[in-house]
T-cell receptor
């Protein structure tokens, strides 16, 4: 069954440390997305990609980098984690202009 | 950028009653829409999808109405049951390579 998986599912990081969140999809989708979810803000798009080795900035890219080494994998990198980056992060994949399928989420706590 | 306003942010109804969640959008080129359901602590699951050529869509106990003239999308639940308690998000897509999400509605079904 096609799926989007994320790792880790939960992480505690220290302020100023580096954090890497990983996403893997078996949907054979072109597009992949990273969102963060905070109470009262819904989903906000951080970065997305429509082809391997290329990424695009979303609506809130500051403080985040993304990497798409293959069609199946998409990573979100926090080079210097900050308290304000505590949130739940979702990865999603889709066909061009299609519905997005979401991973289970990663709960990140920065202390 | 394009915006989607979702109302109400919180909604509480009794079991068996109806509930309506509404999204208004600004992009005149929108031609497909989605509703997602998110249960507590879980990821987003696709509930329904609607294309602009279809003004009414039904399924899983919900009816989705699309009013293109007023740029309004509504999710109508005719007889609520406890399993419907969740957060609901609308999403709008059009010519851009991303979806625009509403901020969500927390629906609580009271016994």
């Amino acid at each position: 069954e096609a799926a989007v998986t994320q790792s880790p599912r939960s992480k505690v990081a220290v302020t100023g440390g580096k954090v890497t969140l990983s996403c893997h999809q078996t949907n054979n989708h072109d597009y992949m997305y990273w969102y963060r979810q905070d109470t009262g803000h819904g989903l906000r798009l951080i970065h997305y990609s429509y082809v391997a080795d290329s990424t695009e900035k979303g609506d809130i890219p500051d403080g985040y980098k993304a990497s798409r080494p293959s069609q199946e994998n998409f990573s979100l990198i926090l080079e210097l984690a900050s308290l304000s980056q505590t949130a739940v992060y979702f990865c999603a994949s889709s066909w061009t202009l299609g519905e997005q399928y979401f991973g289970p989420g990663t709960r990140l706590t920065v202390l | 950028g394009e915006q989607v306003e979702q109302r109400p942010p919180h909604l509480s109804v009794r079991e068996g009653d109806s509930a309506v969640i509404t999204c208004t959008y600004t992009d005149p080129n929108s031609y497909y829409f989605f509703w997602y359901k998110q249960e507590p602590g879980a990821s987003l699951q696709l509930l329904m999808k609607v294309f602009s050529s279809t003004e009414i869509n039904e399924g899983q106990g919900f009816t989705v109405l699309l009013n293109k003239k007023d740029k309004r999308l509504s999710l109508n639940l005719t007889a609520a049951h406890p399993g419907d308690s969740a957060a609901y998000f609308c999403a709008q897509g059009g010519g851009a390579d991303r979806l625009t999400f509403g901020k969500g509605t927390q629906l609580i079904i009271q016994p």
